[in-house]
């Protein structure tokens, strides 16, 4: 009789731990994604609180920027260049974005969502392989610094052998080469940025600029962005109000930059049809590091016609 009464209790005991066993070793839906680097669209990452998620990009890893690092972590091992990974640091439910560079000038902007510890099973992205993306454009429905390629040109002081007038020389180094900035206007202090003189054809405009990093370290230099914005009166012409400007294409002679040193370059993007009279056309130019402080700099939003002063 007390054997069969045993049986009976812990049969029992059985089916109520059971469920409690089951609900604590529910897993996660987990997912492996191949996307493109759509620089139209912002990757969501969904990650949980215990688990790490992987993101592989394009290109050996500059920098990775967090936008609340108080709920998520990132980190990245030089052993692993291609590799960022991402962890929940919150039980709760949390949300932020980050944005990954990549030496080659490339760059990824994430939004990482996190429905903190439950037990419904949701998904949870273990891997985000980026595929090689097809255009580089600026879009006004994302943030300020979702830019595409940076491509090689020549350096600032080519060797004497060197011609413009060879068929070698390709467009963007004959461009680079005929617009640079002799008297160039500084805005900014530590890092320094200036424009030239636009040309304009069929609503299409070409900005020459330079930037110099007037620091005492090396730093590394953003993609440049245009901006239809609304400004402050003060010295330091802080936007207000900005809406990002669609850029076609632009060439830079380097986005590294030791101590005193100046890169050159051009950005071509399409004007808008009008403005408000309190608006201003701005090139936005940032450190990789800083990309929340870029520096503005004033664009005439009607080019001169016949070469005439800006």
Known sequence: MNKCLSL????????????????????PQARIMNLSVDPEQVLVLHVRPGYVSSVRVLGEVSSVVLGDPGSFKAEHSEAEPQLVFFKATTAKPAQTNALITTKDGREIS????????SD?????????NCERPHSFLVTPGHSNFVVGDTKSVVPDDPPASASPEKPSATTEQQLLRAERLENPHWEGRLLRVAVGQTTE?????SVPFAVLNASARTIEVLPPQIQLASTSKDKHRKAIKAEPVAI??????????APGARADGVVLFERPSFKESSEQLLLAVAQAEEVDHPVLAPIAFVAP???GAQ
């Open 8 to 27: 009976v209790h812990l049969i029992a005991i059985s089916f109520l731990v059971s469920p409690v066993v089951s609900a604590q070793t529910e897993l």
């Open 110 to 117: 994430l939004s990482l969502v996190s429905q903190g510890k």
């Open 120 to 128: 419904h099973g949701e998904v949870v992205d273990y891997v985000l």
């Open 201 to 205: 054809q069929a609503q299409q405009m």
């Open 248 to 257: 076609k294409d632009y060439w830079m002679t380097t986005r590294r930059l």
């Open 305 to 307: 016609i016949g070469g």
